[in-house]
């Protein structure tokens, strides 16, 4: 056969063009374009948790990531949340010995033996994200708030440091940042469910103990799990519309 | 708050966050001073509205006193806030459910509608008296509160008295609300088993208008006796008489919250029982209900019923005062300290180590709690509570 | 009315005084709250952005098998399969963004026992060991696989 250089060239050119084309367009079908991440939409969702009593182990791995992850000072008087250890004897519900060293930050020494008639149990405590939040009641100006999808955030920049919300909070999970005097809780790491992230304490949990759960998305697991389980809140009188719901939950748990 | 840690002083359990005490001090002085100026304001309005004449003598000074108090009531405030300045967000932004939004429009209200606009239009004749008569900066001064105004004819006399009757009036309700509201904030509190009930802003009232009274009946008599001037008995009898009736109010409402929650006994009863028989012991049991009760209650009753000698009485009326004064301060203390020394797991009790020089500690307490003598002081000389005896004074010495 | 007039001038300096601190505090109102105050709620909308703001310390599981799908294939059938990567091995977001930035050395006796000492108060079904009985001290990893601990070896 013969072929003239030119047209060698011309041919193998476009071909060449034409395989580099059609590769491209392979690639970015096959494996997928690079997705502009689907913009958070707040009104699509009502987020919840779960805490599963009968699994939590006491290991500590949710106070000790949450501090890493959200900067929380490392002093044993500011947790966004920790874990109580609950030692009930025989019929006493209202004098349990509870105790949390350091939030549970070291996890928990040891305290109590086997078989001593009593039950001792764990409980993981956090925010509850009320839907009636007796915090945001009374803040003065509008520095705490229940976001459009169920979260009750803090404006850092706008929160003047009174402290009414600290005092409002039947639960104790609010606290004042020694460092930028204003107040700080746990925020269901905002930052990381506004991007399809767990939050820090549900992702480092290794029992499963910790769920969080989006009351808006029909297809979310935690509607099976409210059907299947008799959960409770903490202090149901006080009629917060607490949005953190034990299942498991001893009656002698403050 | 700024002192080191305080876990070595938790007894039992309480949550983490709740270890350090949120509101100090300075948040027992705030209703402590909203209340004198309540309390003062009352006393002010029984000459003006229910024409007690009795106690005129003291009527400017109840006015003069309340707005010293008034001036100085936001200081505590400002030095306990993270930050202070961003406190005219409640200007801006009130969150209309919040009882503590009210305070800047309750306060501005108060000080600028009620107080001052009285002080204003019962001094004014004088004001302009005064600046007729001064020269040089007192002149400027006394023209700047006149607002320029010269007539002080009986015509304007008469308006301003009708008008000033007037703003008595609407202060009433207006002192009722100053103080109320900031019981209120605590009553309001759900999550908070000492603070919340509904007793409360009525015994914070009650105890702020025995507080009032006290403070103007004892500066009435210490500044008589300094200035070297009679004390006008009926006038002080008629003051120590509404103080007893106020105090009895006062003592009753009290006794029925307590009798209340011992009957009731609710989950939080034991936590707090065991609270006030220990940490709460000195301050409740010996100072507020002790010394700071039953004692100036003895003591006034004992006047109403036996016919005493003048400086008997004179000596009583200055004791009760003071107890009285010390008691309504404890009140405040044990309500606003009481309320963060225990958990709300109701297992735990914590203890409050105030520091001394530091923003929220005993030496600023104390500052701001003299400051209002010194601008009581300021007043008194600018504006004389009692200008017809300044003349016989000085023309008898002429 | 001409007598109020005449005589009550200083009551309208008094009005004037008011009336211009009123206007002073609604022009003050207008320049002073955030714009975006008040679009969702009472609070600055501005707030949610300011919440979604922090950097990220624990990348997920998920972003950790996009290169190390092998641990996923390795706890098939393990109860350690629900075990988040982080869980053990800490904070990893860096080392996701930058693989060049090499992962914390873990200490197993430490990590192991950190879940898995007997303590009172675990739920009595959970795996848990009194390490001196149970291995007399001996390192778990010498006969648990961390991904698979159901399975003997090393890892």
Same mark, same amino acid.
């Given at each position: 056969?013969?072929?003239?250089?030119?047209?060698?060239?011309?041919?193998?050119?476009?071909?060449?063009?034409?395989?580099?084309?059609?590769?491209?367009?392979?690639?970015?079908?096959?494996?997928?374009?690079?997705?502009?991440?689907?913009?958070?939409?707040?009104?699509?969702?009502?987020?919840?948790?779960?805490?599963?009593?009968?699994?939590?182990?006491?290991?500590?791995? +949710?106070?000790?990531? +949450?501090?890493?992850?959200?900067?929380? /000072?490392?002093?044993?008087?500011?947790?966004?949340?920790?874990?109580?250890?609950?030692?009930?004897?025989?019929?006493?519900?209202?004098?349990?010995?509870?105790?949390?060293?350091?939030?549970?930050?070291?996890?928990? /020494?040891?305290?109590?033996?086997?078989?001593?008639?009593?039950?001792?149990?764990?409980?993981?405590?956090? +925010?509850?994200?009320?839907?009636?939040?007796?915090?945001?009641?009374?803040?003065?100006?509008?520095?705490?708030?229940?976001?459009?999808?169920?979260?009750?955030?803090?404006?850092?920049?706008?929160?003047?440091?009174?402290?009414?919300?600290?005092?409002?909070?039947?639960?104790?999970?609010?606290?004042?940042?020694?460092?930028?005097?204003?107040?700080?809780?746990?925020?269901?790491?905002?930052?990381?469910?506004?991007?399809?992230?767990?939050?820090?304490?549900?992702?480092?949990?290794?029992?499963?103990?910790?769920?969080?759960?989006?009351?808006?998305?029909?297809?979310?697991?935690?509607?099976?799990?409210?059907?299947?389980?008799?959960?409770?809140?903490?202090?149901?009188?006080?009629?917060?519309?607490?949005?953190?719901?034990?299942?498991?939950?001893?009656?002698?748990?403050? | 708050?700024?002192?080191?840690?305080?876990?070595?002083?938790?007894?039992?359990?309480?949550?983490?966050?709740?270890?350090?005490?949120?509101?100090?001090?300075?948040?027992?002085?705030?209703? $402590?001073?909203?209340?004198?100026?309540?309390?003062?304001?009352?006393?002010?309005?029984?000459?003006?509205?229910?024409?007690?004449?009795?106690?005129?003598?003291?009527?400017?000074?109840?006015?003069?006193?309340?707005?010293?108090?008034?001036?100085?009531?936001?200081?505590?405030?400002?030095?306990?806030?993270?930050?202070?300045?961003?406190?005219?967000?409640?200007?801006?932004?009130?969150?209309?459910?919040?009882?503590?939004?009210?305070?800047?429009?309750?306060?501005?209200?108060?000080?600028?509608?009620?107080?001052?606009?009285?002080?204003? =239009?019962?001094?004014?004749?004088?004001?302009?008296?005064?600046?007729?008569?001064?020269?040089?900066?007192?002149?400027?001064?006394?023209?700047?509160?006149?607002?320029?105004?010269?007539?002080?004819?009986?015509?304007?006399?008469?308006?301003?008295?009708?008008?000033?009757?007037?703003?008595?009036?609407?202060?009433?309700?207006?002192?009722?609300?100053?103080?109320?509201?900031?019981?209120?904030?605590?009553?309001?509190?759900?999550?908070?088993?000492?603070?919340?009930?509904?007793?409360?802003?009525?015994?914070?009232?009650?105890?702020?208008?025995?507080?009032?009274?006290?403070?103007?009946? =004892?500066?009435?008599?210490?500044?008589?006796?300094?200035?070297?001037?009679?004390?006008?008995?009926?006038?002080?009898? !008629?003051?120590?008489?509404?103080?007893?009736?106020?105090?009895?109010?006062?003592?009753?409402?009290?006794?029925?919250?307590?009798?209340?929650?011992?009957?009731?006994?609710?989950?939080?009863?034991?936590?707090?029982?065991?609270?006030?028989?220990?940490?709460?012991?000195?301050?409740?049991?010996?100072?507020?209900?002790?010394?700071?009760?039953?004692?100036?209650?003895?003591?006034?009753?004992?006047?109403?019923?036996?016919?005493?000698?003048?400086?008997?009485?004179?000596?009583?009326?200055?004791?009760?005062? !003071?107890?009285?004064?010390?008691?309504? $301060?404890?009140?405040?203390?044990?309500?606003?300290?009481?309320?963060?020394?225990?958990?709300?797991?109701? =297992?735990?009790?914590?203890?409050?180590?105030?520091?001394?020089? !530091?923003?929220?500690?005993?030496?600023?307490?104390?500052?701001?709690?003299?400051?209002?003598?010194?601008?009581?002081?300021?007043?008194?000389?600018?504006?004389?509570?009692?200008?017809?005896?300044?003349?016989?004074?000085?023309?008898?010495?002429? | 009315?001409?007598?109020?007039?005449?005589?009550?001038?200083?009551?309208?300096?008094?009005?004037?005084?008011?009336?211009?601190?009123?206007?002073?505090?609604?022009?003050?109102?207008?320049?002073?709250?955030?714009?975006?105050?008040?679009?969702?709620?009472?609070?600055?909308?501005? *707030?949610? *952005?300011?919440?979604?703001?922090?950097?990220?310390?624990?990348?997920?599981?998920?972003?950790?098998?996009? &290169?190390?799908?092998?641990?996923?294939?390795?706890?098939?059938?393990?109860?350690?399969?629900?075990?988040?990567? @982080?869980? &053990?091995?800490?904070?990893?977001?860096?080392?996701?963004?930058?693989?060049?930035?090499?992962?914390?050395?873990?200490?197993? *006796?430490?990590?192991?026992?950190? &879940?898995? #000492?007997?303590?009172?108060?675990?739920?009595?079904?959970?795996?848990?060991?009194?390490?001196? @009985?149970?291995?007399?001290?001996?390192?778990?990893?010498? &006969?648990? #696989?961390?991904?698979?601990? @159901?399975? @003997?070896?090393?890892?």
């Amino acid at each position: 056969m013969t072929l003239d250089r030119r047209a060698f060239f011309g041919t193998a050119g476009k071909y060449l063009i034409v395989t580099a084309a059609t590769a491209k367009v392979i690639e970015t079908f096959l494996a997928g374009a690079t997705p502009e991440p689907a913009a958070y939409a707040a009104a699509d969702h009502w987020w919840a948790m779960i805490l599963d009593i009968e699994k939590c182990i006491g290991c500590g791995n +949710c106070v000790r990531a +949450c501090k890493a992850e959200n900067d929380v /000072p490392l002093e044993a008087e500011y947790f966004r949340t920790w874990v109580e250890r609950y030692h009930v004897r025989g019929d006493d519900l209202e004098h349990p010995d509870v105790d949390s060293p350091n939030g549970g930050y070291d996890g928990f /020494p040891d305290k109590y033996s086997a078989g001593d008639g009593a039950r001792t149990f764990f409980v993981p405590k956090l +925010c509850n994200h009320c839907a009636h939040s007796p915090c945001v009641q009374v803040c003065p100006v509008g520095a705490t708030f229940v976001s459009p999808d169920g979260v009750v955030l803090v404006d850092k920049s706008y929160c003047l440091g009174c402290r009414y919300c600290v005092q409002a909070c039947p639960y104790g999970c609010r606290f004042i940042d020694p460092r930028t005097h204003t107040v700080d809780k746990c925020n269901l790491c905002y930052h990381r469910i506004t991007k399809g992230l767990l939050p820090a304490c549900v992702e480092n949990c290794p029992t499963g103990s910790r769920m969080i759960g989006d009351l808006r998305n029909p297809k979310d697991p935690i509607h099976a799990f409210l059907r299947e389980h008799k959960v409770q809140v903490l202090k149901p009188q006080m009629a917060t519309g607490s949005k953190a719901f034990y299942n498991g939950l001893d009656g002698s748990v403050r | 708050m700024d002192a080191p840690t305080l876990l070595h002083a938790v007894q039992g359990y309480m949550y983490p966050n709740e270890v350090d005490l949120q509101w100090s001090i300075l948040i027992v002085l705030y209703p $402590f001073i909203t209340g004198l100026v309540a309390g003062a304001f009352i006393l002010a309005s029984l000459e003006r509205v229910f024409n007690v004449a009795a106690v005129k003598p003291t009527y400017r000074l109840a006015l003069l006193t309340a707005l010293a108090f008034l001036l100085v009531a936001p200081l505590p405030l400002q030095l306990h806030l993270g930050h202070p300045e961003r406190s005219i967000e409640m200007y801006l932004t009130p969150h209309t459910s919040s009882a503590m939004a009210m305070f800047g429009f309750v306060y501005l209200w108060y000080l600028m509608a009620v107080l001052v606009l009285e002080i204003w =239009l019962d001094y004014r004749k004088d004001i302009v008296l005064a600046a007729r008569e001064s020269v040089g900066w007192r002149r400027t001064l006394y023209r700047l509160l006149a607002l320029g105004s010269d007539n002080i004819s009986p015509g304007a006399l008469a308006i301003d008295d009708k008008v000033g009757r007037f703003v008595t009036i609407i202060g009433i309700p207006s002192a009722f609300l100053l103080h109320g509201y900031v019981g209120f904030i605590f009553g309001s509190v759900k999550a908070n088993p000492w603070w919340s009930t509904p007793l409360m802003p009525v015994v914070f009232l009650f105890s702020a208008i025995v507080s009032g009274i006290a403070l103007v009946m =004892l500066m009435y008599m210490a500044i008589r006796f300094l200035k070297g001037r009679a004390i006008d008995m009926p006038c002080v009898d !008629t003051i120590a008489r509404y103080f007893f009736y106020a105090f009895l109010i006062d003592f009753s409402l009290e006794m029925l919250d307590l009798i209340h929650r011992i009957y009731e006994a609710d989950e939080s009863f034991q936590s707090l029982d065991f609270m006030v028989h220990t940490r709460l012991y000195l301050s409740q049991i010996v100072v507020q209900i002790g010394l700071g009760t039953l004692v100036p209650l003895a003591m006034l009753a004992l006047t109403q019923l036996v016919r005493l000698s003048e400086a008997a009485r004179k000596t009583f009326y200055a004791i009760a005062g !003071t107890l009285t004064l010390v008691g309504i $301060f404890a009140m405040r203390w044990n309500v606003v300290i009481g309320g963060q020394l225990f958990s709300k797991s109701f =297992l735990g009790y914590t203890s409050y180590k105030m520091a001394f020089a !530091t923003r929220e500690g005993l030496l600023p307490a104390i500052v701001l709690l003299l400051l209002p003598f010194g601008i009581l002081a300021v007043l008194l000389f600018l504006l004389p509570p009692w200008p017809d005896e300044e003349e016989t004074a000085t023309s008898e010495a002429a | 009315m001409r007598r109020l007039l005449r005589d009550g001038g200083h009551l309208l300096r008094v009005a004037g005084l008011f009336a211009a601190g009123i206007a002073a505090f609604v022009v003050l109102r207008g320049i002073l709250v955030p714009s975006d105050f008040g679009r969702f709620g009472h609070y600055r909308a501005g *707030a949610l *952005a300011d919440n979604a703001k922090r950097p990220v310390r624990f990348a997920g599981k998920t972003a950790c098998l996009d &290169c190390h799908g092998e641990v996923a294939d390795a706890q098939k059938g393990s109860r350690h399969a629900n075990v988040r990567c @982080e869980a &053990c091995h800490g904070p990893l977001a860096k080392h996701a963004d930058d693989p060049g930035i090499a992962p914390a050395k873990l200490s197993a *006796a430490h990590l192991c026992l950190t &879940c898995h #000492r007997a303590t009172v108060g675990r739920p009595a079904k959970f795996p848990q060991v009194d390490p001196e @009985e149970h291995a007399g001290g001996v390192e778990c990893t010498s &006969c648990h #696989r961390p991904h698979h601990p @159901e399975q @003997e070896g090393k890892s």
